[in-house]
């Protein structure tokens, strides 16, 4: 029996899948892990003590269940956080712990300096994004500016997968997708390297050989199979960047899909048909080859409603959404704006702060968590009108580790007025890896999708007319408060 190995590297958690061809999913594992937080603004991991380590436990244990079986691993592919920098010297040696994705917000000054350089709007029409926490361009430029001995020891840079890869194969590759939210090194709109922003930017660093996610990249070297038990030899897929393998993994690969996904952050992502630049919003590569996608994100969602948790007493999940559960819609007048770590998607302010707005005595905890899940909501209608502005989604798909939540998803779908389709199958990114897998290898015809739908949300007419009340309250409360939050922030 031929087995395919999914693994992805989450912001909190690594999760791994053997899977059989027809996408029965025979055995997971999962290791928790945490990010370091050594300065404001900063979120880091250390790729090899981290990321790696999982990687070769995960894969010891669900090898060991394949051979339990008289299996073999047909094929591998890792997806993971990103876009990550991990910057590494000739023998792969991480120099310093990676460098996340735009929950880290370290280099606002190399963004506005490399926007006065080249210019939004060449940047939007090249890139197809302005640059932003998410891009990895500036991250690059603060290293150079600002750890001068580690870029000059520095020899390659990697991504979460891509390091993973380098790590089994001793291949230097990095996907399509991937590089297309490294802004502002790679042209989406030429599916290759901008040659001359990124080598003014990498400076004497190599650039990595750009795969598709389902590409074979190497196979599994004899000191990789050392530790993590995968056989020699065995091929290993390229994978990408996790929202967009959970996306693949769910079915949202033709023009008009989106997938919207629940998690510690928000993430969506919308398959388009052409080319199109939105500054507000991120234009990537697709997942196949030759396809494009719209993407945007918050950088605050289920971090918001754990910080919440910790804040008030620790309560168990199940106690505070059963009080949140009591309070009604539109939260007896509170509003939040739930930009604890700043904001991505549309505002693209690192500075950014949360706001509780209408805050009584008769407020309880449930009230603070459903107006949470209500200002995330709101968040993602303000995201929904920018697609629209582009090309309005067909079909809405809901994936993440907050469909746990009975209120989350919902009230998405009240305060948006959508419908979303959840899936049979939830299990995320390494799901998506193991489809990936077998597409590389041919072990699957590229059209196959295993997903199914489980059942659809339907939004509330009468929570809307609410939410339609109070969402002109929401939006104004950034620019009402900008200013003020900033001064705040300096002192």
């Not at 969602?301 to 754990?306: D, K, V, W």
Request: glycine fraction near 10%; aromatic fraction near 8%; proline fraction near 6%.
């Amino acid at each position: 029996m031929d087995y395919l190995l999914g693994i992805d590297i989450g912001t909190g958690s690594t999760k791994g899948v053997l899977v059989t061809p027809d996408g029965t999913v025979v055995d997971s594992r999962a290791v928790p892990h945490q990010m370091s937080l050594p300065q404001p603004g900063w979120a880091e991991v250390d790729a090899e003590a981290t990321w790696w380590a999982e990687i070769c436990s995960i894969s010891r244990a669900l090898v060991a269940v394949a051979a339990q079986r008289e299996g073999r691993i047909a094929g591998v592919c890792v997806s993971g956080v990103g876009p990550c920098l991990v910057l590494c010297d000739s023998e792969l040696n991480p120099l310093r712990p990676a460098i996340l994705y735009g929950i880290d917000s370290r280099a606002a000054r190399e963004i506005d300096d490399l926007t006065a350089e080249f210019g939004e709007e060449a940047i939007v029409d090249r890139a197809g994004a302005r640059l932003s926490s998410q891009a990895v361009g500036p991250k690059i430029e603060w290293v150079r500016r600002n750890e001068p001995d580690v870029f000059g020891r520095a020899r390659r840079w990697y991504g979460s997968n891509s390091y993973v890869a380098a790590k089994l194969t001793g291949e230097y590759v990095l996907d399509h997708h991937t590089a297309s939210q490294c802004d502002p090194l790679y042209s989406t709109r030429e599916f290759g390297w901008n040659d001359d922003w990124a080598g003014r930017i990498c400076g004497h660093l190599e650039l990595p050989r750009l795969v598709w996610p389902s590409e074979i990249v190497g196979r599994v070297h004899a000191a990789a199979a050392a530790a993590t038990g995968i056989p020699v030899g065995t091929p290993v897929v390229a994978g990408t960047v996790d929202a967009y393998a959970e996306a693949f993994s769910v079915g949202v690969r033709h023009p008009g899909d989106l997938m919207i996904m629940y998690g510690s952050t928000m993430f969506l992502v919308q398959v388009m048909s052409e080319f199109h630049s939105d500054p507000a919003l991120w234009t990537t590569a697709g997942v196949e080859e030759g396809t494009l996608a719209l993407a945007a994100g918050t950088s605050t969602a289920g971090s918001l409603t754990q910080w919440l948790q910790s804040v008030t007493g620790g309560a168990s999940f199940e106690e505070l959404m059963a009080e949140a559960s009591t309070v009604p819609p539109g939260s007896d007048g509170l509003v939040v704006l739930p930009y604890l770590a700043g904001e991505r998607t549309p505002v693209f302010d690192a500075d950014a702060r949360g706001v509780v707005v209408g805050l009584t005595l008769r407020h309880t905890r449930g009230h603070l968590f459903r107006a949470a899940y209500e200002g995330i909501a709101f968040g993602i209608r303000q995201i929904l009108e920018r697609f629209d502005h582009v090309a309005p989604a067909r079909r809405v798909v809901a994936v993440g580790g907050g469909l746990r939540s009975p209120i989350w998803a919902q009230t998405v779908s009240d305060v948006t007025g959508r419908q979303q389709a959840i899936p049979t199958q939830a299990i995320g990114a390494s799901y998506g890896g193991a489809l990936l897998a077998g597409i590389g290898v041919g072990l699957l015809p590229p059209e196959t999708d295993w997903a199914t739908i489980d059942r659809v949300l339907e939004p509330s007419p009468a929570n809307r007319e609410l939410y339609d009340e109070i969402y002109p309250v929401w939006s104004s409360l950034y620019p009402a408060t900008r200013e003020q939050v900033h001064r705040l922030g300096g002192i």
